[in-house]
């Protein structure tokens, strides 16, 4: 069996050490964590002491490494378990899906541009956006962009019909309306409606909740909708292919709509029947103007109806026509009739004039039709549909108090939906259920009730409600409204083949909503009983994707539904953004005055202005990062995305190891005296590298981050963090007095205005031509060099920061227009995890060791296992070269006589 | 011209790529116009931009276009042939065309780089260059290169730890390696010393067991009190005499050559009293002392830094003397290996001298310590040694002077520390007020100016330790004449690329590391020697090297073998053969034209560069853009 070696990391030295087995004829593996290789040498400018440019004479190398044909670069990916010994290691390497396939993709940036998540940029040091479709930098190798998504925003997670609420908040924040009602569609057919009505699970998961308030994500859906339908913009989607087949959908409610527009999307010709006069089903006539506004249900099923599908109103299944008559017609039918029945509270009284049942109460108030209700009303039931009645009844002069058996904690209704209630003056009488309806002449005149305690909990987890003996009491009444539940009316579709449930549901395979009858799928509420319409929405889609199966005469088995990526938590965030999450108060809606809403069925809340919309979609922090708006794939013109990409775990079986993982640039912020995040025109090392560099964030100029102008006084400031035991880096990182040398000169170079001054303890410029590079600096580029220690204030009137620091004793200060930090090279943090696994030792500074640092520097302690570059200790670049090649170098001496090569 | 021989006269076909290096290029060069200005030029069938063309999609830009235009001819009109050529001739193979039908037009360096403050013209003069290329190209004709198989065995110059590191490592791989010391045993350097840095072992007891593997190891041949006399050849092939002091040239045939001569410490003649007063030593010198156990009874040591270095006799740093007088010092002031013999005989002084001497200079030292650890990142050797209670145990006091520390990197600074720790003092002095050694009373004594106090101070001495630097081998000029590789300024041996390729020469098969290469401590030279090890095993490893196809070539009809090629030939690469006339030697030809200037009768051509060729493009830069 062929001998490799496997190098773990990238950068300059795991290139070299990559390209010298290599060119001897050994396959190589490399790992590399980040999409590119390269490591920190391409974010560098310049080298020195050449000022040779960095990247053009790493880029070759980096092309070459991709490109050798012993060579196997895995980018994105990670070591995730080692085992064996010299001669024979087994590795398992993570290879991170990144959602592009790595040789289609050309790096265009196509994707890039309709991107509409923001996220720091890590190459350029934070100082500038990327989108979350990105490669790290233009010359990154393999050209390939990635998708970084590191798992599902826990507001996409928690929507029952798995809507990508992420995606659309970021596409509107983009101001990318259209495309996010397209994204919305593509899961919610009524984006208007849904952001009015829909309990929104979206915004309980949403992770700012953990730090002030959710994102109004379900207004955020309510504004794009109408926004998009206002400016005209809201044209029908294509139709995909043209079919013959025919599908019924029996009723118009929010489950048969969404079944009707999928199919009708694909090509089938469908025809709804409903059995009202009006689509919508409960949404129609369950749900009052004042929350959802008629014509705005109405104008979104026009939209659906505007792709061909045609619809029948006032045709009941059963009544008008048999469902037996639908399979003879139709290729497939999809029963969405809902839960229409409303469920009787069995109590003494039930039968009185004056009790109206919640769904017949708000069907006839928006059928317009007379309903007598008294000045006092009790309305029974704590859900959606006892509120609708509650806030209803009080529209129309009542005086409403609603009857619960729990406590206002355990209700089921919407929050806001209860919260509604309160402001306009319902009243509530909680841990109360009703014993009997009192009569007079036929008339109500009161309701008794039973106090009620709460016990253990139930099967639904809430605590059960349960009679304090003894405890009755009256309410005076003229009206009772019981809205406790509701359950589909089976008997009137007159079917005897239908199997049915127990709780008088349509039984169906929840997998794939196929009922027993071939060719007869069911869903929405007459399957599940009451519940949401987001839900009867998934229902709908669930059933359409089944049905044209059937009718392509595929399998309906149930497809596995995999539902394992990570969701994302506040934590991850905070990781990924280096810090806590900035507040930002929630955009509240505009509501009508309370005074006002008890006499009107005009809309309560109000839809979010465009800059209001802008304003709370701008709250939302970008879990995943990925919004999984799918709005990349396609843009792309070589097909090269692609969603269901699967991390993947390769196992290796190198003869060698090489470590050469790199190094972090420490951040300064904790050291109070340097100023730095405090002070805008403090710069590390490494962000001052990107800002000069030409394809860095500011283009290669110098700018303050104060005002942006360019710093005509630079000061530079070397041992930041180390060569200091009090935050645990005593030494020296070897390479920062050159590095600061080069930066003043490169500043020189690009303005031949600016002076530069570097305060330094001692200037360690000893390799070969570094001394002359100083004096270089010195002599023609007006570098100044000041032995001492410094530390950092400012000036507040300019932000000029001002140096403190002192000459033969004496303390002094100097004021300068930018201070640029020499921050402490530090190991990489995974290096703990990865010494863990090889069986490494760290020394007390977190670099590997070298048990024989003096003749064999780069050989570990566990045979076959080699290091090289930072991550063995400080180095500059020809020295990490170097170690690449002599870890090479070792490694071949195993192949050697291992036997294999 | 091969077609025009054929009098078919196929017109060429050319691409030409434009890039704009992001903004490098870009950013001050209109480079859509010079693309527009190049499909207009003769012969150009196809010319475009590119963002990066030496990114991946830029390289499938030229190998679809190869194919889609049918291109013979390609032209990259970016950076520099130093590093993108062998990428886009590869890519040019890639697509099936000859890689020497490729040519390079330098727009950045050239161009870009040079007028950023004029768009216009540079424009201008961008046109003008590729004008050049095309003209060029035209002439271009596919070369063969010529696979030359390599002996599987190697030289190494230098029996010290470099060379002992590099042919270890290479006989370790199974290579045989001829090991080349010009004294009687193997050690080098290091041999001179009592004691090294960071580790508590002896010299001799860290390179024994070094020099015992190189024993042991069958792979390698030493040659002991040798030179190389001669060598022939080229990478692969060089044939090597071996010239012993008392023995008879040996020759060895090697496919490649590491260079690990080491260096010597400079004499400081003439400076800071050295063979003026008695006890100025070198450190090498106090090695030796040290070695001998020859040490005077000490009092106060002062080590002067720098010492010929940093501007003096030679502009470079020499890396290594701090760290070696840090060393020195420690171990002064731990009086190791009873090295000073003075303690035992008055352990009393010890505490005494200490205390006695907190003179001003020390409080200023101090003084800066706590205001340095005020600001929580001090140095924390002033605090530690008043816990302790404690001056050095030896008594010694002992004195630094120096321009900078260079305890760079984590094992250096921490010695650092814990010489500061061990109160011994660093004073700080400029290059335009050196130390000065001096005899007062017939005493020994260092006087300076202190740099915090702004005054001359003067201290009595008993021994003044020179840190000198290293500088290279007597003879590495004559190494570098036999092996054609160059020396730099510095003396030392200037490796081909002074940031990605440290270990290599320009010259191919010739590798070099350690101190012949510049001043390095141990661990640093014997991480050079495995990577030169490294690189030399790479042809090796193959069996065989690929030469350029950019050689001379000798026209016979035209050779009067009058011989001026074969003297002016800097890499042997000419000789008359049985005839009298001049042949190539392809593999050890590099090129470089010296021949063909000099021929008297235009018998000899350049591959790649004819006359024809160059002649076009001086024509085509005289013409009007």
Same mark, same amino acid.
């Given at each position: 069996?062929?001998?490799?070696?496997?190098?773990?990391?990238?950068?300059?030295?795991?290139?070299?050490?990559?390209?010298?087995?290599?060119?001897?004829?050994?396959?190589?593996?490399?790992?590399?964590?980040?999409?590119?290789?390269?490591?920190?040498? #391409?974010?560098?400018?310049?080298?020195?002491?050449?000022?040779?440019?960095?990247?053009?004479?790493?880029?070759?190398?980096?092309?070459?490494?991709?490109?050798?044909?012993?060579?196997?670069?895995?980018?994105?990916?990670?070591?995730?378990?080692?085992?064996?010994?010299?001669?024979?290691?087994?590795?398992?390497?993570?290879?991170?899906?990144?959602?592009?396939?790595?040789?289609?993709?050309?790096?265009?940036?196509?994707?890039?541009?309709?991107?509409?998540?923001?996220?720091?940029?890590?190459?350029?040091?934070?100082?500038?956006?990327?989108?979350?479709?990105?490669?790290?930098?233009?010359?990154?190798?393999?050209?390939?962009?990635?998708?970084?998504?590191?798992?599902?925003?826990?507001?996409?997670?928690?929507?029952?019909?798995?809507?990508? #609420?992420?995606?659309?908040?970021?596409?509107?924040?983009?101001?990318?309306?259209?495309?996010?009602?397209?994204?919305?569609?593509?899961?919610?057919?009524?984006?208007?409606?849904?952001?009015?009505?829909?309990?929104?699970?979206?915004?309980?998961?949403?992770?700012?909740?953990?730090?002030?308030?959710?994102?109004?994500?379900?207004?955020?859906?309510?504004?794009?909708?109408?926004?998009?339908?206002?400016?005209?913009?809201?044209?029908?989607?294509?139709?995909?292919?043209?079919?013959?087949?025919?599908?019924?959908?029996?009723?118009?409610?929010?489950?048969?709509?969404?079944?009707?527009?999928?199919?009708?999307?694909?090509?089938?010709?469908?025809?709804?029947?409903?059995?009202?006069?009006?689509?919508?089903?409960?949404?129609?006539?369950?749900?009052?103007?004042?929350?959802?506004?008629?014509?705005?249900?109405?104008?979104?099923?026009?939209?659906?109806?505007?792709?061909?599908?045609?619809?029948?109103?006032?045709?009941?299944?059963?009544?008008?026509?048999?469902?037996?008559?639908?399979?003879?017609?139709?290729?497939?039918?999809?029963?969405?009739?809902?839960?229409?029945?409303?469920?009787?509270?069995?109590?003494?009284?039930?039968?009185?004039?004056?009790?109206?049942?919640?769904?017949?109460?708000?069907?006839?108030?928006?059928?317009?039709?007379?309903?007598?209700?008294?000045?006092?009303?009790?309305?029974?039931?704590?859900?959606?549909?006892?509120?609708?009645?509650?806030?209803?009844?009080?529209?129309?002069?009542?005086?409403?108090?609603?009857?619960?058996?729990?406590?206002?904690?355990?209700?089921?209704?919407?929050?806001?939906?209860?919260?509604?209630?309160?402001?306009?003056?319902?009243?509530?009488?909680?841990?109360?259920?009703?014993?009997?309806?009192?009569?007079?002449?036929?008339?109500?005149?009161?309701?008794?009730?039973?106090?009620?305690?709460?016990?253990?909990?139930?099967?639904?987890?809430?605590?059960?409600?349960?009679?304090?003996?003894?405890?009755?009491?009256?309410?005076?009444?003229?009206?009772?409204?019981?809205?406790?539940?509701?359950?589909?009316?089976?008997?009137?579709?007159?079917?005897?083949?239908?199997?049915?449930?127990?709780?008088?549901?349509?039984?169906?395979?929840?997998?794939?909503?196929?009922?027993?009858?071939?060719?007869?799928?069911?869903?929405?509420?007459?399957?599940?009983?009451?519940?949401?319409?987001?839900?009867?929405?998934?229902?709908?889609?669930?059933?359409?994707?089944?049905?044209?199966?059937?009718?392509?005469?595929?399998?309906?088995?149930?497809?596995?539904?995999?539902?394992?990526?990570?969701?994302?938590?506040?934590?991850?965030?905070?990781?990924?953004?280096?810090?806590?999450?900035? /507040?930002?108060?929630?955009?509240?809606?505009?509501?009508?005055?309370?005074? /006002?809403?008890?006499?009107?069925?005009?809309?309560?809340?109000?839809?979010?202005?465009?800059?209001?919309?802008?304003?709370?979609?701008?709250?939302?922090?970008?879990?995943?990062?990925?919004?999984?708006?799918?709005?990349?794939?396609?843009?792309?013109?070589?097909?090269?995305?692609?969603?269901?990409?699967?991390?993947?775990?390769?196992?290796?079986?190198?003869?060698?190891?090489?470590?050469?993982?790199?190094?972090?640039?420490?951040?300064?912020?904790?050291?109070?005296?340097?100023?730095?995040?405090?002070?805008?025109?403090?710069?590390?090392?490494?962000?001052?590298?990107?800002?000069?560099?030409?394809?860095?964030?500011?283009?290669?100029?110098?700018?303050?981050?104060?005002?942006?102008?360019?710093? /005509?006084?630079?000061?530079?400031?070397?041992?930041?963090?180390?060569?200091?035991?009090?935050?645990?880096?005593?030494?020296?990182?070897?390479?920062?007095?050159?590095?600061?040398?080069?930066?003043?000169?490169?500043?020189?170079?690009?303005?031949?205005?600016?002076?530069?001054?570097?305060?330094?303890?001692?200037?360690?410029?000893?390799?070969?031509?570094?001394?002359?590079?100083?004096?270089?600096?010195?002599?023609?580029?007006?570098?100044?060099?000041?032995?001492?220690?410094?530390?950092?204030?400012?000036?507040?009137?300019?932000?000029?920061?001002?140096?403190?620091?002192?000459?033969?004793?004496?303390?002094?200060?100097?004021?300068?227009?930018?201070?640029?930090?020499?921050?402490?090279?530090?190991?990489?943090?995974?290096?703990?995890?990865?010494?863990?696994?090889?069986?490494?030792?760290?020394?007390?500074?977190?670099?590997?060791?070298?048990?024989?640092?003096?003749?064999?520097?780069?050989?570990?302690?566990?045979?076959?296992?080699?290091?090289?570059?930072?991550?063995?200790?400080?180095?500059?670049?020809?020295?990490?070269?170097?170690?690449?090649?002599?870890?090479?170098?070792?490694?071949?001496?195993?192949?050697?006589?291992?036997?294999?090569? | 011209?091969?077609?025009?021989?054929?009098?078919?006269?196929?017109?060429?076909?050319?691409?030409?790529?434009?890039?704009?290096?992001?903004?490098?290029?870009?950013?001050?060069?209109?480079?859509?116009?010079?693309?527009?200005?190049?499909?207009?030029?003769?012969?150009?069938?196809?010319?475009?931009?590119?963002?990066?063309?030496?990114?991946?999609?830029?390289?499938?830009?030229?190998?679809?276009?190869?194919?889609?235009?049918?291109?013979?001819?390609?032209?990259?009109?970016?950076?520099?042939?130093?590093?993108?050529?062998?990428?886009?001739?590869?890519?040019?193979?890639?697509?099936?065309?000859?890689?020497?039908?490729?040519?390079?037009?330098?727009?950045?360096?050239?161009?870009?780089?040079?007028?950023?403050?004029?768009?216009?013209?540079?424009?201008?003069?961008?046109?003008?260059?590729?004008?050049?290329?095309?003209?060029?190209?035209?002439?271009?004709?596919?070369?063969?290169?010529?696979?030359?198989?390599?002996?599987?065995?190697?030289?190494?110059?230098?029996?010290?730890?470099?060379?002992?590191?590099?042919?270890?490592?290479?006989?370790?791989?199974?290579?045989?390696?001829?090991?080349?010391?010009?004294?009687?045993?193997?050690?080098?350097?290091?041999?001179?010393?009592?004691?090294?840095?960071?580790?508590?072992?002896?010299?001799?007891?860290?390179?024994?067991?070094?020099?015992?593997?190189?024993?042991?190891?069958?792979?390698?041949?030493?040659?002991?009190?040798?030179?190389?006399?001669?060598?022939?050849?080229?990478?692969?092939?060089?044939?090597?005499?071996?010239?012993?002091?008392?023995?008879?040239?040996?020759?060895?045939?090697?496919?490649?050559?590491?260079?690990?001569?080491?260096?010597?410490?400079?004499?400081?003649?003439?400076?800071?009293?050295?063979?003026?007063?008695?006890?100025?030593?070198?450190?090498?010198?106090?090695?030796?002392?040290?070695?001998?156990?020859?040490?005077?009874?000490?009092?106060?040591?002062?080590?002067?830094?720098?010492?010929?270095?940093?501007?003096?006799?030679?502009?470079?740093?020499?890396?290594?003397?701090?760290?070696?007088?840090?060393?020195?010092?420690?171990?002064?002031?731990?009086?190791?290996?009873?090295?000073?013999?003075?303690?035992?005989?008055?352990?009393?002084?010890?505490?005494?001298?200490?205390?006695?001497?907190?003179?001003?200079?020390?409080?200023?030292?101090?003084?800066?310590?706590?205001?340095?650890?005020?600001?929580?990142?001090?140095?924390?050797?002033?605090?530690?040694?008043?816990?302790?209670?404690?001056?050095?145990?030896?008594?010694?006091?002992?004195?630094?002077?120096?321009?900078?520390?260079?305890?760079?990197?984590?094992?250096?600074?921490?010695?650092?520390?814990?010489?500061?720790?061990?109160?011994?003092?660093?004073?700080?002095?400029?290059?335009?007020?050196?130390?000065?050694?001096?005899?007062?009373?017939?005493?020994?004594?260092?006087?300076?100016?202190?740099?915090?106090?702004?005054?001359?101070?003067?201290?009595?001495?008993?021994?003044?330790?020179?840190?000198?630097?290293?500088?290279?081998?007597?003879?590495?000029?004559?190494?570098?004449?036999?092996?054609?590789?160059?020396?730099?300024?510095?003396?030392?041996?200037?490796?081909?690329?002074?940031?990605?390729?440290?270990?290599?020469?320009?010259?191919?098969?010739?590798?070099?590391?350690?101190?012949?290469?510049?001043?390095?401590?141990?661990?640093?030279?014997?991480?050079?020697?495995?990577?030169?090890?490294?690189?030399?095993?790479?042809?090796?490893?193959?069996?065989?090297?690929?030469?350029?196809?950019?050689?001379?070539?000798?026209?016979?009809?035209?050779?009067?073998?009058?011989?001026?090629?074969?003297?002016?030939?800097?890499?042997?690469?000419?000789?008359?053969?049985?005839?009298?006339?001049?042949?190539?030697?392809?593999?050890?030809?590099?090129?470089?034209?010296?021949?063909?200037?000099?021929?008297?009768?235009?018998?000899?051509?350049?591959?790649?560069?004819?006359?024809?060729?160059?002649?076009?493009?001086?024509?085509?830069?005289?013409?009007?853009?």
């Amino acid at each position: 069996m062929k001998k490799s070696v496997l190098v773990i990391g990238g950068g300059i030295a795991g290139i070299q050490a990559a390209l010298d087995l290599a060119d001897k004829g050994i396959s190589v593996d490399v790992v590399e964590k980040l999409p590119s290789i390269g490591g920190r040498m #391409a974010q560098l400018d310049k080298t020195f002491p050449t000022n040779d440019c960095s990247i053009c004479i790493l880029a070759p190398k980096m092309a070459d490494c991709y490109a050798h044909p012993n060579i196997n670069v895995m980018t994105y990916s990670e070591v995730k378990e080692i085992s064996g010994s010299a001669g024979d290691f087994k590795v398992d390497v993570l290879k991170k899906a990144r959602f592009v396939d790595e040789e289609k993709c050309t790096g265009c940036g196509d994707c890039f541009k309709v991107c509409p998540v923001s996220l720091p940029n890590e190459f350029d040091m934070d100082m500038r956006e990327r989108p979350a479709i990105y490669m790290p930098f233009l010359q990154s190798v393999p050209r390939a962009a990635t998708i970084d998504r590191a798992g599902v925003a826990p507001c996409s997670d928690k929507c029952p019909a798995g809507l990508s #609420a992420q995606g659309y908040v970021a596409l509107i924040r983009a101001e990318k309306f259209k495309e996010a009602v397209d994204l919305i569609r593509r899961t919610i057919p009524l984006p208007s409606v849904c952001g009015r009505i829909c309990h929104h699970p979206c915004e309980d998961g949403c992770n700012r909740k953990d730090v002030d308030d959710p994102v109004a994500i379900a207004g955020l859906k309510a504004f794009v909708g109408d926004f998009v339908r206002e400016q005209g913009k809201d044209t029908p989607a294509e139709i995909e292919e043209d079919r013959k087949e025919k599908v019924a959908v029996v009723g118009a409610g929010p489950a048969g709509l969404a079944a009707a527009y999928r199919l009708a999307l694909k090509g089938f010709k469908v025809k709804i029947f409903e059995a009202t006069s009006k689509p919508g089903g409960m949404l129609w006539w369950g749900i009052p103007d004042y929350r959802l506004p008629k014509d705005v249900l109405s104008a979104e099923v026009d939209y659906l109806l505007a792709h061909g599908i045609e619809i029948e109103y006032g045709k009941t299944v059963g009544k008008d026509l048999t469902l037996d008559d639908l399979r003879k017609d139709y290729d497939a039918v999809f029963l969405a009739i809902g839960a229409q029945r409303s469920l009787k509270l069995d109590v003494p009284g039930e039968d009185l004039k004056g009790v109206v049942h919640g769904v017949d109460f708000l069907h006839k108030v928006a059928a317009k039709e007379e309903v007598d209700i008294g000045k006092r009303v009790a309305v029974i039931g704590g859900g959606n549909a006892a509120m609708d009645a509650a806030r209803t009844a009080l529209r129309m002069g009542s005086d409403v108090t609603v009857i619960y058996r729990r406590t206002k904690n355990e209700m089921p209704a919407i929050a806001a939906e209860i919260k509604g209630a309160e402001d306009e003056g319902v009243k509530f009488e909680f841990l109360a259920s009703p014993t009997k309806i009192e009569g007079k002449d036929g008339s109500i005149t009161a309701i008794e009730c039973i106090r009620m305690k709460l016990g253990e909990p139930d099967k639904s987890g809430r605590p059960r409600p349960v009679p304090v003996e003894g405890s009755e009491f009256t309410v005076e009444v003229d009206t009772v409204i019981p809205a406790v539940s509701q359950a589909p009316d089976l008997a009137a579709l007159g079917s005897k083949d239908l199997a049915v449930t127990k709780w008088n549901t349509l039984e169906v395979n929840p997998d794939n909503l196929s009922t027993n009858v071939d060719g007869i799928f069911a869903g929405g509420d007459a399957v599940s009983g009451p519940a949401s319409a987001v839900e009867a929405f998934a229902a709908g889609n669930k059933a359409a994707r089944y049905i044209e199966k059937k009718l392509n005469g595929e399998s309906i088995e149930p497809e596995p539904e995999e539902k394992d990526e990570h969701v994302i938590t506040l934590e991850d965030i905070k990781a990924r953004m280096k810090g806590e999450i900035t /507040k930002s108060e929630r955009v509240m809606r505009q509501h009508l005055p309370d005074e /006002k809403r008890r006499t009107t069925f005009d809309e309560v809340e109000k839809v979010f202005t465009k800059e209001e919309a802008l304003k709370e979609a701008a709250r939302c922090v970008s879990c995943g990062p990925c919004s999984q708006c799918e709005a990349c794939a396609p843009a792309c013109g070589p097909d090269a995305i692609d969603y269901n990409m699967k991390d993947q775990v390769v196992t290796l079986n190198p003869a060698a190891i090489i470590v050469a993982t790199g190094f972090d640039v420490w951040d300064p912020s904790s050291a109070s005296e340097y100023g730095y995040k405090k002070y805008p025109n403090v710069y590390t090392a490494m962000e001052y590298e990107r800002m000069i560099n030409a394809a860095g964030p500011t283009g290669g100029h110098i700018v303050r981050r104060s005002d942006g102008e360019h710093p /005509k006084k630079l000061a530079f400031i070397q041992c930041v963090g180390s060569r200091n035991p009090q935050v645990g880096h005593p030494y020296c990182c070897a390479v920062c007095c050159m590095h600061a040398t080069k930066e003043a000169m490169l500043a020189r170079e690009h303005y031949d205005d600016i002076n530069s001054t570097i305060f330094y303890k001692d200037m360690r410029a000893c390799a070969k031509g570094f001394n002359e590079y100083v004096e270089r600096a010195k002599s023609d580029y007006a570098v100044s060099y000041v032995n001492s220690d410094a530390t950092v204030q400012e000036n507040a009137q300019n932000r000029n920061p001002v140096v403190v620091f002192d000459v033969g004793g004496k303390q002094q200060s100097e004021e300068f227009d930018a201070v640029v930090l020499a921050t402490t090279l530090v190991p990489r943090k995974e290096t703990v995890d990865l010494a863990e696994k090889l069986g490494l030792k760290l020394t007390e500074f977190g670099f590997f060791e070298s048990p024989d640092g003096i003749l064999d520097f780069g050989r570990s302690e566990v045979p076959g296992v080699y290091l090289a570059g930072y991550c063995a200790g400080p180095a500059d670049i020809p020295e990490s070269v170097a170690q690449g090649s002599s870890a090479a170098a070792k490694a071949a001496e195993v192949l050697a006589n291992s036997g294999g090569g | 011209m091969t077609d025009e021989a054929n009098g078919e006269k196929k017109s060429p076909r050319i691409g030409v790529f434009i890039c704009h290096c992001g903004s490098n290029i870009g950013g001050f060069v209109d480079v859509k116009a010079v693309t527009e200005y190049a499909a207009t030029l003769p012969d150009v069938a196809y010319a475009t931009d590119n963002l990066y063309t030496c990114a991946e999609d830029g390289l499938n830009n030229i190998k679809e276009s190869i194919k889609e235009h049918n291109l013979d001819r390609v032209i990259v009109s970016s950076c520099t042939p130093r590093t993108h050529a062998p990428l886009f001739q590869r890519t040019c193979e890639a697509a099936g065309l000859n890689k020497y039908m490729f040519t390079f037009v330098n727009i950045r360096e050239h161009c870009s780089w040079v007028h950023m403050k004029d768009r216009e013209r540079a424009t201008q003069k961008a046109k003008d260059l590729v004008r050049m290329g095309v003209a060029r190209a035209r002439f271009l004709e596919p070369q063969e290169e010529t696979k030359i198989d390599v002996t599987q065995a190697a030289l190494v110059v230098g029996g010290g730890v470099s060379g002992m590191t590099a042919a270890l490592s290479l006989a370790n791989m199974g290579f045989p390696v001829h090991l080349v010391e010009k004294d009687n045993e193997l050690g080098g350097f290091v041999r001179n010393l009592h004691g090294l840095m960071n580790t508590k072992k002896s010299a001799g007891e860290t390179i024994e067991p070094l020099i015992d593997k190189v024993n042991a190891q069958k792979n390698i041949t030493q040659h002991l009190n040798s030179r190389v006399a001669t060598v022939e050849g080229f990478i692969g092939n060089y044939d090597v005499t071996i010239g012993g002091d008392d023995a008879e040239p040996k020759e060895v045939k090697v496919g490649t050559i590491i260079v690990a001569t080491g260096a010597v410490p400079l004499v400081p003649e003439g400076l800071f009293g050295y063979k003026e007063h008695p006890n100025v030593v070198t450190a090498t010198e106090f090695e030796e002392l040290c070695k001998k156990k020859d040490i005077p009874k000490l009092k106060n040591v002062a080590f002067i830094q720098c010492v010929g270095s940093r501007g003096q006799k030679v502009s470079y740093c020499s890396r290594i003397c701090c760290n070696v007088a840090i060393k020195t010092a420690i171990n002064i002031a731990e009086n190791r290996d009873n090295m000073l013999g003075v303690t035992e005989e008055k352990p009393a002084e010890a505490g005494g001298q200490a205390v006695e001497e907190p003179a001003a200079d020390m409080k200023a030292e101090e003084g800066t310590e706590r205001r340095r650890r005020r600001r929580g990142r001090g140095r924390r050797e002033g605090e530690d040694a008043v816990e302790e209670g404690a001056a050095p145990s030896s008594g010694v006091e002992i004195t630094v002077f120096n321009r900078d520390v260079m305890a760079y990197g984590v094992e250096h600074e921490l010695e650092f520390n814990k010489a500061r720790e061990k109160r011994v003092k660093f004073i700080r002095y400029v290059p335009d007020n050196l130390p000065k050694v001096t005899m007062k009373d017939g005493n020994l004594e260092v006087g300076y100016f202190h740099e915090t106090l702004k005054m001359e101070r003067s201290m009595p001495v008993d021994m003044v330790i020179l840190s000198t630097p290293l500088v290279s081998q007597p003879d590495a000029s004559t190494l570098s004449q036999l092996l054609k590789v160059p020396l730099g300024q510095d003396g030392f041996f200037q490796e081909a690329h002074v940031k990605l390729r440290p270990v290599d020469f320009a010259t191919d098969g010739v590798f070099v590391c350690g101190t012949c290469r510049g001043p390095a401590d141990i661990a640093e030279a014997a991480s050079q020697a495995a990577a030169a090890a490294s690189r030399a095993a790479i042809p090796l490893a193959n069996g065989f090297v690929q030469a350029e196809a950019l050689t001379s070539r000798v026209d016979e009809t035209k050779c009067t073998g009058c011989g001026t090629c074969v003297e002016v030939c800097p890499y042997g690469a000419l000789r008359k053969n049985e005839e009298g006339i001049s042949e190539v030697i392809a593999a050890a030809c590099k090129g470089c034209g010296c021949c063909g200037a000099t021929c008297p009768e235009g018998a000899i051509t350049m591959t790649h560069y004819t006359d024809q060729q160059l002649l076009a493009e001086a024509k085509a830069a005289l013409e009007e853009g």
